[in-house]
């Protein structure tokens, strides 16, 4: 699996993506510092939604090769500014996470701002229901991937 590197605000869900694509059960666990895996980085809430913190992010990145922006179904705004990934120079997907949660339209909504922000491929997944992770396990795992030909 490329490692990815999780980046998005706190409870959005990306610790229960982690675990869901772990073949974890579902705990719930705040991430206080960024946790270091073979195939994730998953970074704290409090490091995007301080930018004081974005030069975490951006060194973190380089261990990376592949960044995720990771936005709720039903978040409210999105804080991503357009462009948001480009100082890291690595592909970049979008996941909306908690798809069980909102409707298509906002779903659709959620999907604009992540692309709008860098991301070149989304996935909408719930890790309640684990909707959407097999194909975004199968984009990760593949050996080529057609999105990432730069």
């Keep these: 699996m490329k490692r ?13 993506l982690t675990q869901c694509l772990r073949g974890e059960k579902l705990h719930y ?3 206080q510092a960024i946790v270091w895996s073979p195939d994730t980085i998953d970074t704290p809430g409090e490091y995007l939604e301080n930018r004081c ?5 951006l060194v973190s990145a380089c261990e990376a090769e592949m960044i995720a922006l ?3 179904a039903d978040a409210p705004w999105s804080p991503f500014s357009p462009g948001f ?4 120079n690595r592909p970049v997907i979008g996941i909306v996470t908690k798809s069980d949660l909102a409707n298509a339209s906002r779903i659709s909504t959620v999907q604009s701002w992540l692309t709008q922000a860098g991301a070149e491929h989304i996935f909408t997944t719930s890790a ?5 992770v097999d194909e ?11 999105c990432f030909t730069k």
């Design 70 to 72: 990771v936005l709720n």
């Design 29 to 31: 666990q705040k991430t």
């Design 53 to 57: 913190l974005y030069s975490a992010l």
């Design 85 to 88: 990934t480009a100082p890291m």
């Design 4 to 16: 990815m590197m999780l980046i998005g605000p706190s409870q959005c869900g990306k610790t229960s």
């Design 128 to 132: 309640a229901t684990n909707s959407g």
């Design 136 to 146: 975004m396990f199968d984009f990760l795992t593949a050996k080529e991937s057609s």
